[in-house]
């Protein structure tokens, strides 16, 4: 049996190994592999991994040798899920291994926006401004205190609630739009509509999947609801986010500032509007990429294979 990872590189930059998968058989390993040859690549593996590379129908009806599709990552909208189960092709992802580290950039993104550690090392280093300073210390940024605020998230799977719970260590006050009834969410979160935890909330963080339905979901009228001290927090999807609508309501200050891990078009174009947008915090979507996670995503991707080998799959999405 043969065993074809498409995109290794950003999983395993060379701090991580894939001898776990050389148990199953013969394993071929590719850093990245471009669109025209996934084929050529693929073709004679019976089991597919990848991350980013996308798997369309053509390119699925093209693999003849392929039974499993494992899906190097929690979300899945990169493979046709339709076309791979027309063909008999199990796909499998995998999911919450990189809760914590997701959880935690959020904060460290929220942070950066509040607390402004980086700007003021900044100024202290490169301005001097602190040994020229009259006073004991200098304000030049305001800085806000999170207890007491609301902190609204939309998507309250593992992510969410592990988000939330960071958010109470804070003194926070948890809004979430959910499907979810009151009774299903539990104690110490309020139950509120799409429009009333934009109105209400002083951090707004996105922590749902990408549907057909959600695209540009954050646009100009929904953060026109939002208050102008206000932030805004996606380490989702990018595509959740009008980024042109998003970029101009933090040029006119419209919000108070976003941080953003994920963006519309990865890596993006030298016009992307967030590139240049005031008070906008960008990380290169890292949130999932911490060596503990990757690690765990390695040891889980190497469990689904077993799984499916055995005939009980795990993580099964279609």
């Keep these: 049996m043969k065993i074809v990872v498409l995109d290794a590189y950003a999983i395993n930059p060379g701090d991580l190994s894939w001898d776990g998968l050389k148990e199953f058989g013969e394993v071929e390993i590719f850093d990245r592999t471009p669109a025209d040859k996934v084929i050529e690549r693929a073709s004679d593996a019976e089991i597919v991994l990848t991350n980013k590379v996308p798997l369309d129908k053509d390119t699925i009806n093209s693999l003849t040798s392929c039974r499993y599709i494992g899906v190097l990552a929690t979300g899945f909208n990169l493979i046709d899920l339709d076309a791979a189960k027309e063909k008999g092709i199990m796909v499998c992802n995998i999911p919450s291994y990189s809760t914590t580290s997701v959880a935690q950039n959020t904060f460290a993104l929220l942070l950066a926006l509040t607390n402004h550690a980086e700007d003021y090392d900044r100024r202290i280093r490169t301005e001097d401004r602190w040994t020229k300073c009259k006073d004991f210390c200098y304000l030049d940024y305001p800085l806000m205190e999170l207890a007491g605020k609301v902190f609204g998230i939309v998507g ?117 509007p967030m590139l240049k947008a005031r008070n906008c915090i960008l990380t290169p979507h890292i949130s999932w990429a911490s060596f503990e996670a990757r690690r765990r995503l390695i040891a889980i991707a190497i469990e689904n294979i077993r799984a499916y080998l055995a005939g009980s799959p795990t993580n099964r999405v279609n």
């Excluded at 988000?163 to 003194?171: C, H, K, L, S, Y």
């Excluded at 540009?216 to 990018?238: C, D, F, H, I």
């Excluded at 959740?240 to 108070?256: F, K, S, T, V, W």
């Design 156 to 272: 309250y799977g593992h992510i969410g609630q592990e988000v939330a719970q960071i958010a109470r260590a804070f003194g926070m006050l948890i809004y979430v739009a959910s499907s979810r009834s009151q009774e299903e969410l539990g104690e110490g979160v309020k139950k509120v509509t799409i429009d009333e935890l934009f109105a209400e909330s002083d951090v707004v963080s996105l922590h749902c999947p990408l549907t057909a339905e959600n695209v540009g979901m954050v646009n100009e009228e929904m953060l026109s609801k939002m208050k102008p001290t206000a932030y805004l927090l996606n380490t989702a999807r990018g595509a959740l986010i009008d980024e042109q609508a998003l970029a101009d309501a933090l040029n006119n200050g419209r919000i108070a500032g976003a941080g953003l891990d994920v963006l519309s078009t990865e890596p993006p174009k030298v016009d992307n």
